[in-house]
């Protein structure tokens, strides 16, 4: 949870799921919007994804071999919400020359073994995601303030659903919460929550949580972006959106 110096009154939701702010929450990460024909729930299966050709060429193969994704669908159809969401889709090529070199070396040897290419690994995260906002509990369908523990009106919402991710991760959801302060109505409490879903094979490999999801890896974090492990990288979101909003 943080504080920051503006009255909860005054948030203006629509501004934080727009391209502009979407690009500030992770600088290490780039991004791109897309539509509900671009997301890979419908295009798996039916040819090569041209999608995250933006990125680094060669990085991201795995999309490709998607076959079948309605299971990533959610509770509502993404992207369907212009005004109130934003879809984008992300890459983050791990540049370290370590992780770059450990990859190569895993297809490599993979690709004696296995004649399957969604058997290989990429050399980065890429994603698709959506953002929405609400303006009230009732809206939103929840009890949020019960989870944050925060006795004080909830005047908005913003909730980025990670609905496809190339590997380690299956889906990821962030939830931020933005209350009055309980004592000083020109102050906003801002609470962040997260929750991952992992591949099984990435679920066995306990040195990937350590590495990736926790952020322990001295090969490659970054101590600020995704690669810092899932909890940072959740903070930090938050701390962009307050920084956004103070401004």
Same mark, same amino acid.
Request: glycine letters at 6%; hydrophobic letters at 40%; a positive charge.
């Given at each position: 949870?943080?504080?920051?110096?503006?009255?909860?009154? =005054?948030?203006?939701? *629509?501004?934080?799921?727009?391209?502009?702010?979407?690009?500030?929450?992770?600088?290490?990460?780039?991004?791109?919007?897309?539509?509900?024909?671009?997301?890979?729930?419908?295009?798996?299966?039916?040819?090569?994804?041209?999608?995250?050709?933006?990125?680094?060429? %060669?990085?991201?193969?795995? *999309?490709?071999?998607?076959?079948?994704?309605?299971?990533?669908?959610?509770?509502?159809?993404?992207?369907?919400? *212009?005004?109130?969401?934003?879809?984008?889709?992300?890459?983050? *090529?791990?540049?370290?020359?370590?992780?770059?070199?450990?990859?190569?070396?895993?297809? =490599?040897?993979?690709?004696?073994?296995? @004649?399957?290419?969604?058997?290989?690994?990429?050399? %980065?995260?890429?994603?698709? @995601?959506?953002?929405?906002?609400?303006?009230?509990?009732?809206?939103?369908?929840?009890?949020?303030?019960?989870?944050?523990?925060?006795?004080?009106?909830?005047? #908005?919402?913003?909730?980025?659903?990670?609905?496809?991710?190339?590997?380690?991760?299956?889906? #990821?959801?962030?939830?931020?919460?933005?209350?009055?302060?309980?004592?000083?109505?020109?102050?906003?409490?801002?609470?962040?929550?997260?929750?991952?879903?992992?591949?099984?094979?990435?679920?066995?490999?306990?040195?990937?949580?350590?590495?990736?999801?926790?952020?322990?890896?001295?090969?490659?974090?970054?101590?600020?972006?995704?690669?810092?492990?899932?909890?940072?990288?959740?903070?930090?979101? &938050?701390?962009?959106?307050? &920084?956004?909003?103070?401004?």
């Amino acid at each position: 949870q943080l504080t920051i110096n503006k009255a909860a009154s =005054a948030i203006n939701l *629509p501004n934080l799921i727009k391209e502009d702010t979407i690009k500030k929450l992770d600088v290490e990460i780039a991004h791109r919007a897309i539509t509900a024909q671009q997301i890979m729930p419908a295009v798996a299966g039916k040819g090569p994804v041209p999608n995250f050709n933006w990125c680094d060429k %060669g990085y991201f193969n795995l *999309p490709n071999f998607e076959q079948e994704l309605t299971h990533l669908k959610g509770d509502h159809e993404w992207c369907s919400q *212009p005004g109130r969401a934003t879809c984008w889709e992300s890459c983050y *090529p791990f540049k370290s020359p370590l992780w770059y070199g450990g990859v190569a070396t895993y297809n =490599a040897l993979k690709s004696k073994v296995s @004649s399957n290419p969604a058997d290989l690994k990429d050399y %980065g995260i890429a994603m698709q @995601s959506e953002a929405r906002y609400f303006v009230s509990e009732a809206e939103y369908g929840l009890n949020v303030a019960s989870m944050t523990r925060i006795n004080a009106p909830v005047r #908005g919402i913003v909730e980025l659903n990670i609905f496809y991710i190339n590997q380690v991760m299956q889906y #990821g959801k962030i939830v931020v919460v933005f209350q009055e302060h309980p004592t000083n109505a020109q102050l906003t409490v801002i609470t962040s929550f997260a929750a991952i879903g992992i591949r099984t094979k990435t679920w066995k490999q306990r040195s990937i949580i350590r590495d990736i999801l926790q952020g322990k890896s001295t090969a490659f974090n970054t101590r600020t972006g995704i690669t810092a492990g899932i909890p940072v990288f959740t903070k930090n979101i &938050a701390t962009s959106l307050a &920084a956004e909003l103070e401004k």
